[in-house]
C-alpha cells in the first residue's frame, strides 16, 4: 500500500510517498480503509519531535511509528480477534496509528460509526479537534447555557470547532481572530468578533464566564481583568504546530495555575482524551448541521509534504485536510 513515511525527525520537505507493507489488525483492532485524514500540531510535533520531551512518548532518536497522521475517517475493511462493535464495510471516523496512508489501524475503542449524512470529508477533520473543543468547554470549562464565552483563536482548528460547540451547549460567544478571518468566524455562529489587531481582549472593558484560550498570548493576570468572579480560563495544550512555542506557553500556564489557588478565578489546563461517547457527540452534532468544519484546504496523500507546511505557517483557518484515494 501507499504511506507517508517519516524515518527520522525532519522537515516536511522529506517526507515520502513509498509502498509499504499492509498493516494487519491486532487484539481489539480493525483496519481502516482510509478515504480522508487531517493534519493537527500533534502531527506536526510529532514528525519533527519538538518539543524535545516528547521524544520519550515517540521515540529518542527516530519516531517509534513512521507512518503520521492521527485523525481518520474510512470503511472498515477487517478486524482483529475481540472486536464486536464494528465489522467489516462499516463506515467509521476517529483516531488511528498512521492515517497518511491506504490502510491504517486503529483500536475499535477509537473510532466510531460515521453518520450516512456526514462526508468523509467533515468527519476526517473533526476527530482530534472537536475532542478538544468539546471536552475544554464541557469538561474543563464546565460550561452552562447563557454564559459568556470568549474563545481566544476562534479560526484556527481547534477554534472553529469550540465557537460552533459553544453556541450548541447555549452559551453567548465572542471570537477572536485576525482581520482577515472576521467574516469566517461571524458566518460559524460567533455573537460578536474581534480583530484582535484592532482590539485587546483583556482591555475591552466586556466580562466573560469562561475564556477558552487556544494561543496564550496573554497572561491569566490580564485575563482576569475581564473575568467574571468565578469565571474559568481554560488553556489547550502548550505548544503549536512548529513546538517552538513550549516553553512560553508552559511558563504561562504553570504561572496561571498558581495565581488561580489564591484568586476567584480559576485556570483549567487539560489534554484532550480518547472518547467514543464524545465521538458520538460529534457525529451527531455533524449530522443535525449544528457543527459545520471549516477545511482550510485539500492534499491528495502525494502532498501531504505541502500540507504540512500549511500547518506550520501558522495561518491555516480551520482544519487542513488529506484525501486518499484507496477505494477500488
Known amino acids: 500500500m501507499k504511506a507517508i513515511v517519516c524515518r527520522h525527525y525532519n522537515r516536511p520537505d522529506l517526507l515520502r510517498l513509498e509502498d509499504v507493507e499492509k498493516p494487519t489488525p491486532g487484539e ?10 487531517s493534519l493537527n500540531a500533534y502531527d506536526a510535533g510529532a514528525m519533527r519531535g519538538r518539543p524535545p520531551i516528547i521524544r520519550l512518548v515517540y521515540g529518542i532518536r527516530r519516531p517509534n511509528t513512521p507512518c503520521p497522521g492521527r485523525d481518520v475517517a474510512g470503511r472498515i475493511e477487517s478486524v482483529g480477534r475481540g472486536v464486536t462493535r464494528l465489522k467489516p464495510g462499516d463506515d467509521v471516523f476517529g483516531l488511528c496509528y498512521g492515517s497518511l496512508a491506504e490502510y491504517a489501524r486503529a483500536p475499535e475503542s477509537a473510532v466510531v460509526a460515521k453518520p450516512a449524512s456526514v462526508s468523509y470529508e467533515d468527519a476526517a477533520v473533526t476527530p482530534l479537534a472537536g475532542l478538544t473543543a468539546l471536552q475544554g468547554l464541557r469538561d474543563a470549562g464546565r460550561i452552562q447555557a447563557g454564559q459568556r464565552v470568549l474563545i481566544n483563536g476562534a479560526a484556527g482548528g481547534v477554534g ?12 453567548h460567544v465572542t471570537g477572536v481572530c485576525s482581520t482577515r478571518n472576521v467574516e469566517v468566524v461571524r458566518s460559524i455562529g460567533a455573537d460578536r468578533v474581534m480583530d484582535y489587531a484592532r482590539e485587546d481582549f483583556t482591555r475591552s472593558g466586556e466580562r466573560y464566564d469562561l475564556i477558552y484560550d487556544l494561543v496564550a498570548n496573554h497572561s491569566f493576570s490580564a485575563c482576569r481583568r475581564v473575568m467574571n468572579p468565578k469565571g474559568v480560563l ?4 502548550v505548544g503549536g504546530a512548529d513546538g517552538r512555542e513550549f516553553g512560553r506557553r508552559l511558563g504561562r500556564v504553570l504561572t496561571g495555575l498558581l495565581i488561580s489557588r489564591f484568586a476567584s478565578e480559576r485556570m483549567a489546563f487539560f489534554v484532550a482524551r480518547r472518547s467514543p461517547t464524545d465521538l458520538v457527540t460529534l457525529g451527531d452534532l455533524l449530522g443535525a448541521r449544528k457543527v459545520t468544519p471549516i477545511i482550510d484546504s485539500r492534499h491528495p496523500l502525494a ?8 500547518l506550520m505557517d501558522g495561518h491555516a483557518r480551520g482544519k487542513i485536510l488529506v484525501t486518499v484515494d484507496s477505494a477500488p
Open 234 to 237: 481554560v488553556a489547550a495544550g
Open 160 to 171: 472553529t470547532f469550540a465557537v460552533q460547540i459553544a453556541r450548541a451547549l447555549g452559551g
Open 28 to 37: 481489539g483492532e480493525v483496519l481502516i480503509q482510509v478515504r480522508a485524514a
Open 303 to 310: 502532498e501531504a509534504s505541502e500540507a504540512f507546511r500549511r
